[in-house]
């Protein structure tokens, strides 16, 4: 992985992360924890997505869309089990 894409990941994932707590009311982790949730939810996505043969098309606005629904998925999930 080169520099590069490891800085496009980090700051894709901070959007989506941020997004996503916007998005799931109560949710607020900071930078690093945005990043942390944009990235695992971008990789909930690409389970789910190909799965149910969604495509989003390519490109950054499509990745940021991509990560910010996973990472909503994972939010949602996260706030269901500290229910029960």
Do not use: C, D, Q, Y
């Not at 941020?18 to 930078?31: D, N, Y």
């Not at 909930?44 to 969604?54: E, K, N, R």
Request: hydrophobic residues 70%; without cysteine; proline residues 1%.
């Amino acid at each position: 992985m080169t520099v590069e894409s490891l800085i496009v990941t980090l700051v894709i994932g901070a959007i989506a992360g941020w997004l996503a707590g916007l998005i799931v009311k109560g949710f607020g982790f900071g930078l690093v924890g945005n990043i942390v949730v944009g990235i695992i939810g971008a990789f909930i996505a690409g389970f789910v997505f190909p799965a149910l043969g969604v495509s989003l098309g390519a490109g950054i606005v499509a990745a940021i869309l991509h990560a910010t629904i996973g990472a909503v998925i994972l939010l949602l999930v996260v706030r269901v089990l500290k229910r029960a």
